[in-house]
Nanobody, 121 residues
Framework: QVQLVESGGGLVQAGGSLRLSCTAS????????MRWFRQGPGNERRLVAA???????NYIDSVKGRFTISRDNLKNTVYLQMNSLKPEDTAVYYC???????????????WGQGTQVTVSS
């Protein structure tokens, strides 16, 4: 019913930048919070940044000042601008959204397929 498709991952040197995008499509009535998670090798999936429908943002301490989350509500898209990347940022990054499905008006939690970000030292 609802799909999240991410793009923008890749290989970058330490200190570089990447911009991730995630677009939601399908039977969407409304989208509440949109989030980015990441899962490094041997680690659990952890929240990196979140943004409400009104634009309020939250970040984990390790990315504050380096990462910026934003969204375009008309395009159902969330972005993650990542600057001053470090090797420890290497992970698969997942988009997540709380979506009200148009056909049922129920709220469900959806995930993207993940995009690999690799930062070399």
């Amino acid at each position: 019913q609802v799909q999240l498709v991410e793009s923008g991952g890749g290989l970058v040197q330490a200190g570089g930048s990447l911009r991730l995008s995630c677009t939601a499509s399908g039977s969407i009535f409304s989208i509440n919070d949109m989030r980015w998670f990441r899962q490094g090798p041997g680690n659990e999936r952890r929240l990196v940044a979140a943004i409400t429908s009104g634009g309020s943002t939250n970040y984990i301490d390790s990315v504050k000042g380096r990462f910026t989350i934003s969204r375009d509500n008309l395009k159902n898209t969330v972005y993650l601008q990542m600057n001053s990347l470090k090797p420890e940022d290497t992970a698969v990054y997942y988009c997540n959204a709380i979506v009200q499905v148009s056909t049922t008006r129920l709220w469900n939690n959806y995930w993207g397929q993940g995009t690999q970000v690799t930062v070399s030292s």
